[in-house]
């Protein structure tokens, strides 16, 4: 798949997986709605949220872990969960992204109504939002108890692209310090107790 300038949108690893033949089929399947007097038929082969829940859940999956492969449909859930919060209900707020609730000011009812309001119609709101339901979802499903070799498939599923962008990284920060804290910290503060017990 190209973008308007003629470069590929998907990396090599999502190409070799056929996640371009998989969008394009789906695209063909895709119904037109009304929202505000206005006819829209949504472009899925541009969309994020899309692109990467066919990368996860029908290409990646099968790559993963038994445990890996429970990860990304909880993860997947979740997003669902989020997302439908956030659209339907107006009303979703970040357990893990503090920076992207304090940015728009969801702690408050009215400034949080505003932001989701129409949001699906906003390419650049809808995935600022997209981005910050990720540690949530991540974290939730159960993310820092995966294999290394899990981890490693999973954060090079994402376009080069994607590491472009300050909330990929802060993304990868937030789930990145829980998995150090699970797994070296955690560990290393119940050697600890274990020690202060034995005096």
């Known amino acids: 798949l190209k973008d308007e300038e003629g470069k590929t949108q998907l990396n090599p690893k999502q190409?070799?997986?056929?996640?371009?033949?998989?969008?394009?089929?789906k695209q063909k399947e895709?119904?037109?709605?009304?929202?505000?007097?206005?006819?829209?038929?949504p472009n899925i082969s541009k969309s994020y949220g899309y692109k990467y829940c066919?990368?996860?859940g029908?290409?990646?999956?099968?790559?993963?872990?038994?445990k890996g492969q429970l990860w990304v449909k909880y993860a997947l859930d979740y997003l669902q969960e989020y997302m439908e919060a956030g659209v339907v209900e107006l009303d979703w707020v970040s357990k893990r992204n503090l920076p992207f609730n304090s940015r728009y000011g969801l702690n408050d009812k009215g400034k949080k109504e505003k932001f989701y309001t129409d949001i699906e119609l906003d390419n650049a709101r809808f995935r600022t939002f997209a981005f910050a339901t990720h540690p949530d979802a991540y974290i939730k499903a159960g993310i820092a108890d995966l294999p290394v070799g899990d981890l490693i498939l999973i954060s090079s599923t994402p376009d080069l692209a994607e590491w472009l962008e300050s909330d990929t990284w802060l993304q990868a920060y937030i789930v990145g310090k829980k998995i150090a804290e699970e797994r070296l910290l955690k560990p290393v503060k119940e050697q600890i107790?274990?020690?202060?017990?034995?005096f």
């Open 193 to 198: 107790k274990k020690i202060k017990d034995w």
């Open 58 to 66: 029908k290409l990646l999956s099968p790559k993963l872990s038994a």
């Open 30 to 41: 895709v119904k037109q709605y009304e929202k505000n007097d206005r006819q829209i038929k």
């Open 54 to 56: 066919l990368a996860f």
């Open 15 to 25: 190409y070799l997986l056929g996640l371009d033949k998989k969008l394009l089929e």
